[in-house]
């Protein structure tokens, strides 16, 4: 047996005891996502897409918060003198 012969048994079942095909659309799409893994490779590539986005984010995130730090950095030395007293000390 493979191992989507319960969900076409269910499916089978279903079918021939409904009055309309329609009834059994439930059944149907349970065996067809047995046999693709159509939802499940979605699910899957969504999930995957999601990570790379917020992978991408931080890492934005990530090099603006080190450009920003660099930049107060550079900034502050000058004006707090801590280049030159060195300069001074070590003369």
Known sequence: RSRCHPFW?????????????EECVLQRDDYLECL???????????????AYKQKEKRAKEAAASKKKADSAAASNVPRLNVVEEKA????
């Open 36 to 50: 693709h893994h159509s939802k499940e490779t979605l699910r899957t590539k969504t999930i995957q897409d999601e």
């Open 88 to 91: 001074k000390a070590t003369a």
């Open 9 to 21: 048994q269910e499916f089978h079942k279903c079918y021939a005891l409904a009055d309309k095909p």
